[in-house]
């Protein structure tokens, strides 16, 4: 009887031993399934400048608004594990917070540098684009019909400052025309309003320019210097692309990758340019040379 005793205790402790695996592994597979259904949202911190029309801006509501914040947008509605929360602020500010993780997601027009790519994780995939070209004098408007034009007739370009990822497209353009370059002087920084002058004055004949500043600043007709619109021109040389900078962590890096994914996907059912004509008047895509 003490003999049938302990197998019937044996038997019922490995019973109790293959329920309790059974029981741990159906917890397992229960919370495997759960996590597999359940949509974990990462909240990432976007900050964006807040007085750089049509880039990014705070609108008459008073809600972050712009190109780049409008696509952000939009990837944001893909991306159904992320949410993000937007934080109008200053360039600096900006930049600060993104070093120290205040900030997940910085946007304000910025061109890919090898110092950025140190700082930070850039994605492959553009968010916009910024077009440059050459402000000059009314009066030349026949001659320097184009950057090559403007190479070719010698034409006097207001010296950049090497920090200045403009200065590396100068440098970038003389090397693909050794026969015809562009006088490429190093400066310190100056106001724009120096610039204008300084083309007006002839002491320079053109000005390495943003278009949408030239647009803001000369055309506009409450721009601080619309007073010269009639004695400047602008033409386009080329787009830019702009990105996002992104904190550096391993998780962001993750959301690189999405939102790489989310832009080529906007990129082709034509959301891009839809936005970019919506807020350029055109597609800045277009600019972008191969």
């Known amino acids: 009887m003490g003999k049938n005793k302990k197998i019937i205790g044996g038997v019922i402790a490995a019973v109790v031993v293959v329920g309790g695996i059974v029981l741990i592994r159906g917890l397992q597979q229960d919370k495997k399934a759960d996590a597999e259904t359940t949509n974990e949202v990462t909240v990432l911190q976007v900050a ?3 007085n750089s029309k049509p880039y990014n801006f705070v609108n008459d509501e008073g809600e972050s608004d712009g190109f780049e914040v409008q696509v952000l947008k939009a990837v944001d509605k893909k991306l159904k594990n992320y949410k993000f929360e937007y934080n109008p602020t200053s360039d600096e500010d900006l930049l600060v917070g993104l070093e120290s993780g205040k900030y997940d997601v ?3 027009g910025s061109w890919k540098t090898p110092e950025r790519e140190e700082k930070f994780i850039i994605p492959d995939e553009p968010i916009a684009a910024s077009i440059i070209g050459i402000t000059f004098r009314t ?6 019909t184009d950057l090559e034009a403007f190479a070719k007739a010698g034409g006097k370009l207001i010296p950049i400052s090497p920090q200045n990822a403009q200065y590396q497209v ?13 006088q490429l002087d190093a400066a310190d ?5 120096d610039a204008y002058a300084w083309v007006l004055e002839k002491r320079y004949d053109a000005f390495f320019d943003i278009k949408i500043s030239f647009e803001n600043s000369v055309l506009a ?3 601080p210097y619309h007073q010269y619109a009639d004695q400047l021109t602008y033409v386009p040389y080329k787009g830019i692309p702009t990105y996002p900078i992104i904190h550096r962590d391993e998780t ?3 959301f690189a990758q999405e939102y790489d994914k989310a832009i080529k996907e906007l990129s082709e059912d034509g959301t891009l340019k839809k936005l970019s ?3 350029f008047g055109e597609d800045v895509f277009s600019y972008i040379q191969e």
């Open 277 to 279: 004509v919506k807020y």
């Open 221 to 223: 007709e409450d721009g």
């Open 252 to 254: 962001n890096e993750k």
């Open 106 to 108: 910085g946007t304000k």
């Open 139 to 144: 009066e030349d408007k026949a001659k320097y």
């Open 48 to 50: 964006h400048t807040q």
């Open 170 to 182: 100068i440098e970038d353009f003389n090397e693909a025309h050794p026969d015809t370059p562009i």
């Open 189 to 193: 920084q100056f106001t724009i309003s």
